[in-house]
C-alpha cells in the first residue's frame, strides 16, 4: 500500500537545518501547511546483489514544485543496512546519507520536481543489503474537507474548481471509534499511465487507514460521462493505475463509484485504451511473485497479514477491472488474461501467506484481511478449503445469544455477551470495542457496557444489534413481538388406521394412515406464557425466545374411557409473522406430524 500524507507546518528550524545540510531549495514554511503529498516514484527497492558497486538509474514523470524524497536503508530494524551510498535527484546530489545508519535509518527529505525526473542510485555493502526509495509531490490542493465520522458511518464530500464532487460513502461498523476523515480536491490531474483523464482526483486521509468493510467513493462529474470505459483510479504512482473494486457507471447521474478498504493512493478517473489496459496488465502480472511476498514496506509491520493482503487484494480487484474494461473494448483475449492474472494473484499471495507464521497479534486488521482474502477466494476461486485455511488464521469474534433473540414489548434480556478468540481458541480482550445504535432504531433499546450489551423491547419489529472489536464485527437479531393473534394454515400427519374395510364397514387391515387439513388457532401470549384453543381443547405453554412449547396436557382416548398427552412444539419466524413446527397425540395409535401457520389476524 503506497503512503500518502497530509503534513502540518514544517518548522523554520527543521527547513533551515535542511537547507544547510542538503543543500536544497526549500519554500517558506506557510506553503506547506495545506499541501498534500502525492506519490510520483516509488516505493522501489534498489538491492545490493554484487561485490563491486551497484549502479541503478530510473526516470519518473512528476508535478513541478516542492517534493520530498523518503529513503528507508533496510528493514528498518539495523538489518540488511547498506554501508555506503550516493543518491543524485536530477543531477543534484543528497549528501548526508550518514542519517541512514542512525536507529529508524529513514530520511525525509525536502526536494524540487520537475515533469520529468531522474534518480541516479549507487551502493555499497554486504550482497542483499537494500534501499528503498520513495518521492512524493506536494500538492496544494482545491479544498479539503474534514469530519469526524465513527461506528455509526456517515458520508463527506469535496468539490473541486470545476464543479466535480467526490463523496465517500462509509457503512455503520466500518470503522471502531471516531476518525477525522479528511479529504483533498486536487486541482490539475497527475502524471498517470492512462492518458484521458476525466477527474482530476482527491487524496484521502489519515494515510493507511483501514475499514472492516468496504467504502464507496463516488466522482460525480461536471460534464456528460460518455465514455464506456470510464474507472475509478487508484493511482499508485505516474506508472500505475489499479481499478478499484466492484465499479459502477450511473450515466444519467454523471457519476461513477467503487469500493476501497483503505486509504492510500489518490483517486481519479480515467478512460484507458486497450494498450493501456494491456500494459497495466503487464506490469501487475510481472510482478505477481513480488507483490504476493512480504515486501519491505510490511515488514516489520505489526499488522503485515493486513499489509500484504491488501497490496494481494487491490492488484487482484485491479485485474478483475481492467479485465472488465477490455470485455467493454470488445477484446476477449486481453480480459482473460486479466483474470487468470487475478486468480494467479490469489493463489500465490495465498502461498506466501500460509507459510507464514501468525502475526504476533493476529486480531484486528490482521483478521479482516484474512477474512477478505478467504472471501475472494471463494468468489474467484471456488475453492472452499483453500479460503477456510486463511479463514482459520483469522480470530473469531461472536455475539451471543445467536441468531436471534425474542423479546416481547418491555422485556429486557440479561445480556448479549460478546466474545474475542485468537486462531487458536484463546480468550482474548478487544482493546476497542463498541456497540452500534440498532438498525433500525426504535425497535430495541441497549444498555452499553463494555463486552455485553442490555436490550429491552420497544416496539414491535426486528433490529441487528452489532458491535465492532478491533474491527472485526459481529452481529445478532433481535425480534420484538409477541405469539398473538390468529394464525392459520396446513397441517398433515401419519397414524395408525384402517386402510381396508369390509362391505358391512369392518375393518380388514390396520396400517400407517396418512391425513391432512387447515386449521385457525387464536394464540395469547402474556410474558413468556403462550395459550391457545386448539380443536376446542386449550393449550398452554411459554414463548422461550421463538422457541415455543404447548402441552402437554391430557385428552380423551379410547372412547373416553381414558385420556393421553397431546402437545406440540414449534418455531416463530423473526418477525413473528408464521409459526411451524410438529405435533404429537400418545393415543394407542399415536398421531404425529407437521404445521406451518401464517399470522392472519393480530
Not at 465513527?150 to 464530500?157: D, F, L
Not at 437479531?477 to 395408525?496: D, E, N, P, R
Not at 381443547?537 to 385428552?555: A, D, H, K, R, W
Not at 380423551?556 to 405435533?583: I, R, V, W
Request: charged letters at 15%.
Amino acid at each position: 500500500m503506497s503512503d500518502i500524507k497530509l503534513r502540518g507546518t514544517r518548522s523554520v528550524l527543521w527547513l533551515a537545518l535542511l537547507s544547510i545540510f542538503f543543500g536544497l531549495a526549500l519554500l517558506p514554511p506557510a506553503c506547506f501547511a495545506q499541501d498534500v503529498e502525492v506519490p510520483m516514484f516509488g516505493p522501489k527497492q534498489y538491492l545490493r546483489t554484487t561485490d563491486s558497486v551497484n549502479v541503478f538509474t530510473d526516470n519518473f514523470r512528476g508535478v513541478h514544485g516542492k517534493g520530498t524524497l523518503i529513503i528507508q536503508n533496510g528493514d528498518g530494524n539495523g538489518h540488511h543496512l547498506v554501508s555506503d551510498l550516493l543518491i543524485q535527484i536530477n543531477g543534484v546530489p543528497l549528501p548526508g546519507w550518514s542519517w541512514l545508519m542512525q536507529p529508524g535509518y529513514k530520511l525525509e527529505a525536502p526536494i524540487l520536481m520537475d515533469d520529468d525526473n531522474s534518480i541516479l542510485v549507487i551502493i555499497l555493502g554486504k550482497p542483499g543489503s537494500y534501499l528503498t526509495i520513495q518521492e512524493e509531490a506536494e500538492i496544494t490542493p482545491d479544498a479539503t474537507t474534514t469530519q469526524v465520522i465513527g461506528i455509526a458511518g456517515g458520508m463527506a464530500s469535496v468539490q473541486n474548481h470545476l464543479g466535480d464532487t467526490f463523496t465517500l460513502t462509509i457503512p455503520p461498523l466500518a470503522l471502531d471509534q471516531d476518525t477525522a476523515i479528511s479529504i483533498s480536491a486536487l486541482p490539475n490531474a497527475l502524471p498517470s499511465p492512462i492518458a484521458n483523464n476525466l477527474y482530476p482526483g482527491v487524496v484521502l486521509g489519515p494515510e493507511g487507514l483501514g475499514f472492516s468493510l468496504p467504502v464507496t467513493a463516488t466522482v460525480t462529474l461536471h460534464q456528460p460521462l460518455v465514455n464506456p470505459v470510464a474507472s475509478l483510479l487508484s493511482l499508485e504512482n505516474s506508472d500505475s493505475a489499479l481499478p478499484t473494486a466492484n465499479q459502477t457507471t450511473l450515466t444519467e447521474q454523471n457519476s461513477i463509484q467503487g469500493e476501497i478498504y483503505h486509504f492510500s493512493p489518490p483517486l481519479t478517473v480515467g478512460a484507458p485504451t486497450i494498450s493501456e489496459i494491456t500494459s497495466q496488465i503487464a506490469k501487475i502480472t510481472s510482478s505477481i511473485s513480488t507483490i504476493a511476498t512480504l515486501s519491505p514496506e510490511c515488514y516489520p509491520n505489526p499488522v503485515t497479514d493486513w499489509c500484504e493482503i491488501g497490496d494481494v487484494l487491490d492488484s487482484e480487484s485491479a485485474l478483475l477491472g481492467l479485465a472488465k474494461a477490455a470485455d467493454i473494448l470488445d477484446n476477449p483475449k486481453v480480459a482473460a488474461n486479466a483474470q487468470a492474472g487475478a486468480q494467479q494473484m490469489l493463489l500465490e499471495g495465498t502461498a506466501a501467506l500460509l507459510a507464514r507464521p501468525l502475526p504476533s497479534n493476529p486480531c484486528g486488521l490482521n483478521s479482516v484481511a484474512d477474512l477478505q482474502l478467504a472471501a475472494s477466494i471463494r468468489a474467484l476461486l471456488d475453492d472452499n478449503s483453500l479460503a477456510a485455511k486463511v479463514a482459520a488464521r483469522a480470530c473469531k469474534f461472536t455475539v451471543s445469544p445467536p441468531p436471534t433473540l425474542f423479546l416481547f414489548v418491555g422485556q429486557t434480556w440479561n445480556e448479549i455477551t460478546a466474545t474475542l478468540k485468537d486462531p487458536h481458541g484463546n480468550p482474548r480482550s478487544c482493546s476497542v470495542i463498541n456497540w452500534s445504535d440498532p438498525n433500525p432504531p426504535n425497535v430495541v433499546a441497549i444498555a452499553k457496557d463494555g463486552m455485553v450489551c442490555v436490550p429491552t423491547g420497544v416496539s414491535p419489529g426486528v433490529a441487528e444489534v452489532s458491535a465492532n472489536c478491533d474491527q472485526l464485527l459481529a452481529s445478532t437479531k433481535v425480534s420484538v413481538c409477541s405469539l398473538s393473534g390468529t394464525y392459520q394454515g396446513g397441517y398433515s400427519g401419519k397414524t395408525i388406521g384402517c386402510v381396508q374395510r369390509a362391505p358391512d364397514g369392518r375393518c380388514l387391515k390396520r396400517g400407517p394412515k396418512s391425513f391432512s387439513g387447515t386449521i385457525a388457532v387464536p394464540f395469547t401470549q402474556n410474558g413468556t406464557s403462550v395459550s391457545a384453543v386448539i380443536m376446542g381443547y386449550t393449550f398452554t405453554g411459554t414463548n422461550n425466545s421463538g422457541n415455543v412449547t404447548l402441552g402437554p396436557i391430557q385428552l380423551p382416548c379410547k372412547q373416553g374411557k381414558s385420556t393421553c398427552p397431546a402437545g406440540l412444539s414449534g418455531t416463530l419466524s423473526a418477525d413473528c409473522s408464521t409459526f411451524s413446527g410438529s405435533f404429537y397425540f400418545a393415543r394407542p395409535r399415536t398421531i404425529t406430524g407437521t404445521f406451518s401457520l401464517k399470522l392472519t389476524t393480530p
